[in-house]
């Protein structure tokens, strides 16, 4: 096949594989097609964890196999070569005797790894590493995060008012005071369906007392994670609802945790950002939205532990307020009726 080929094939995996975004943590975003003289003739992507992978989906969705031992399989990412909560993918390829294989990137888990290429290798395919590699890798960029930097991938997420207030100084309820419309709301609760986890302070909860759910759109409420250093969250508060999984950061020792509320003790004194990320790579957790106030925000912007921000600036004036943070990265600007949506990205 032609690299102009090859392209176009790994470019219609990473569309599949998107339609799994937000349903198959912790494993990673994968699609797979297959290609008979031109023509294809299976497809699939990674659905949900523990059920079948690209592969899988795509060999079985091929009505004559007796074409695959005449067919190239692509796949976006490196097929598995372990037994996990499925047997491993190249076992698979190698059993239907299909001869080329077309890999977009490598797959960093340690579990694989090279593996796979290897496995594949070893029993005859003709193997194809490394096209549209830049892409592969960002649309698994919490995936690649987690492994290789051993932290999940960051989102920092807020809305300030047009002089740049992100909350007002006083408020009558316990609720949120909404800057953005209808619209970035619902692509706001979008979000959280495609992140693992939320992430929020103290304040935060004691002044708006939010669901952090996705009542505005269908999809899994992300795992909730609050800062709470000395135990002022009562069980008046939906955060300790236990309808969501939810992980407490606290410096109170000794709170017995169970299924959906957990207790994750630290020292809050130095590094709280780095201290925070391990806690959630030892829970498996890939991303989080940190959707915090000021303090809990700058808290990793400080530390300089962010991958990417994006950041509601509405038409309203509050005159006087929190001051939302001031990020300097280069940044791309979108609007959502009468909000201005500006994305920063984040390099180390």
């Not at 496995?119 to 490394?130: K, M, P, Q, S």
């Not at 912007?301 to 929190?322: H, M, Y």
Request: aromatic share 8%; net charge positive; glycine share 6%.
């Amino acid at each position: 096949m032609s690299k102009t080929k090859n392209r176009f094939y790994i470019k219609r995996c990473i569309e599949l594989a998107k339609n799994g975004l937000g349903t198959t943590y912790p494993n990673p975003l994968v699609g797979s097609v297959i290609v008979h003289n031109g023509t294809i003739i299976g497809e699939g992507w990674h659905q949900k964890s523990g059920e079948a992978h690209a592969e899988v989906h795509a060999i079985n969705s091929v009505k004559d196999k007796s074409l695959l031992s005449k067919s190239t399989i692509y796949v976006s990412l490196e097929p598995c070569s372990h037994f996990g909560k499925t047997p491993p993918c190249c076992d698979l390829i190698i059993k239907h005797k299909i001869p080329n294989v077309v890999i977009g990137t490598v797959d960093p888990n340690e579990k694989v790894a090279g593996n796979g290429i290897k496995r594949l290798l070893e029993n005859g395919a003709n193997v194809t590493v490394g096209i549209l590699e830049n892409e592969c890798n960002e649309l698994n960029k919490r995936f690649f995060t987690f492994h290789n930097k051993k932290r999940p991938y960051i989102i920092l997420k807020w809305a300030e008012s047009a002089d740049s207030f992100i909350a007002p100084l006083h408020r009558d309820k316990k609720e949120p005071v909404w800057l953005s419309n209808e619209f970035s709301r619902q692509l706001v609760h979008k979000w959280r369906s495609e992140e693992q986890a939320i992430l929020i302070g103290t304040k935060t909860v004691l002044d708006d007392n939010p669901k952090l759910d996705v009542r505005d759109w269908n999809g899994k409420n992300p795992i909730r994670i609050v800062i709470d250093r000395t135990g002022k969250i009562d069980s008046s508060y939906y955060v300790k609802d236990k309808k969501t999984k939810t992980i407490f950061i606290t410096e109170q020792e000794n709170i017995l945790s169970d299924e959906n509320c957990i207790y994750e003790n630290v020292i809050f004194e130095n590094r709280l950002a780095e201290k925070i990320c391990a806690i959630l790579y030892k829970n498996n957790i890939q991303s989080v939205i940190i959707e915090g106030g000021t303090t809990t925000l700058e808290t990793f912007i400080n530390e300089n532990l962010w991958d990417e921000a994006r950041v509601f600036r509405s038409k309203i004036q509050l005159k006087e307020g929190v001051k939302s943070p001031v990020l300097k990265e280069n940044s791309e600007v979108t609007t959502i009726q009468n909000d201005e949506l500006t994305i920063f990205k984040h390099h180390d």
